[in-house]
C-alpha cells in the first residue's frame, strides 16, 4: 500500500515538475516575444516620428523661403528712413515677422553698407535685459549708418502699437558687406539660407534665410533662432 502511495506522490511530483518547467519556459517565450514586439512598435514610432519631422523641416524650409523671396520683390525696402522715423513699408517687417514664431529679426543690408533692422522682441528670452529696453518694448529698430568713425548704430524701442518708448545711438563697426549670408545672397538668383551661426547681436545660434532685392540694391533677410 505504501509503495503504491510512494508511486503516487512520485508521479504526481514529476507531472508538476514538468508544468512547472514548461509554463516557465511558456513565460519566458512571452516575455521575449513581448520585447520583441515592444522593440518593433518602437522603433516603427521613430521612423514615423523621424518621417514626419522631416516632413516639417522641408515644408517650414519652403515656406520660409517663399516669405523672403515674396518680401524681396518689395523695392522701397531699400529705401531706409532717416534715423527716428520709421520706415514707410514697416508693415512688410512685421509680417515676415509675425509669419512664423521661430523668426526673430528681419533685415536690410544695402550696398553702401546701410542697415535697418526689426527685432521682435517677444520672440527671445532675455532680449529686453540684452539689449537695455524697457519692458513694455514689443519691437526694436536698429539703423546703422555713416562711414569709419562716424558710423553709428541707432537703437529704436516701440511698443505693440510702434509708439516710441525710448532711443539711443553708439559707435558701431558692424557692416553687413562683409557677413556670408550678404555676399552669398548677392551671388545667388535664389533665397540662401546659411549654416547655423553665432548671431552677432544676441550671442545666440541660428540661421539666416536672405535674397537679393528686386531691384539689387541690397539684401532683404531674416534671423531664425534655434
Given at each position: 500500500?505504501?509503495?503504491?502511495i ?34 518593433k512598435?518602437?522603433d516603427?514610432?521613430f ?5 514626419k519631422?522631416?516632413i516639417y523641416i ?6 520660409l ?5 515674396q518680401a524681396?520683390l ?16 514697416i508693415?512688410?517687417?512685421i509680417?515676415v515677422l ?7 529679426a528681419?533685415y ?6 546701410d542697415f535697418y533692422e ?11 535685459e540684452?539689449?537695455?529696453a524697457d519692458?513694455k ?20 524701442f516701440?511698443?505693440?502699437h ?15 558687406r562683409?557677413r556670408?549670408?550678404?555676399?552669398k ?6 533665397v540662401i539660407?546659411?549654416?547655423p551661426?553665432l ?8 540661421i ?7 531691384n539689387?540694391?541690397?539684401v532683404f ?5 534655434m
Amino acid at each position: 500500500m505504501f509503495k503504491t502511495i510512494s508511486i503516487k506522490v512520485n508521479l504526481l511530483t514529476y507531472f508538476f515538475s514538468i508544468i512547472g518547467v514548461v509554463s516557465l519556459v511558456l513565460i519566458g517565450m512571452q516575455y521575449y516575444f513581448s520585447l520583441s514586439l515592444a522593440d518593433k512598435a518602437a522603433d516603427s514610432t521613430f521612423e514615423q516620428v523621424a518621417e514626419k519631422l522631416s516632413i516639417y523641416i522641408r515644408e517650414t524650409d519652403q515656406q520660409l523661403k517663399s516669405v523672403i523671396h515674396q518680401a524681396s520683390l518689395d523695392d522701397d525696402l531699400a529705401s531706409i528712413p532717416e534715423v527716428g522715423q520709421l520706415h514707410t513699408n514697416i508693415d512688410t517687417f512685421i509680417s515676415v515677422l509675425e509669419s512664423n514664431p521661430g523668426i526673430y529679426a528681419a533685415y536690410v543690408g544695402k550696398n553702401n553698407g546701410d542697415f535697418y533692422e526689426v527685432i521682435h522682441m517677444q520672440r527671445f528670452p532675455g532680449l529686453h535685459e540684452k539689449f537695455d529696453a524697457d519692458a513694455k518694448t514689443f519691437w526694436a529698430v536698429v539703423q546703422i549708418q555713416g562711414e569709419g568713425e562716424q558710423r553709428t548704430k541707432h537703437w529704436l524701442f516701440y511698443n505693440e502699437h510702434m509708439q516710441l518708448i525710448s532711443s539711443r545711438s553708439e559707435a558701431h563697426d558692424y557692416d553687413p558687406r562683409v557677413r556670408p549670408w550678404f555676399n552669398k545672397a548677392k551671388k545667388s538668383t535664389d533665397v540662401i539660407r546659411t549654416e547655423p551661426y553665432l548671431f552677432s547681436f544676441i550671442d545666440s545660434s541660428g540661421i539666416t534665410y536672405a535674397n537679393k532685392l528686386n531691384n539689387s540694391e541690397g539684401v532683404f533677410a531674416m534671423d531664425i533662432t534655434m
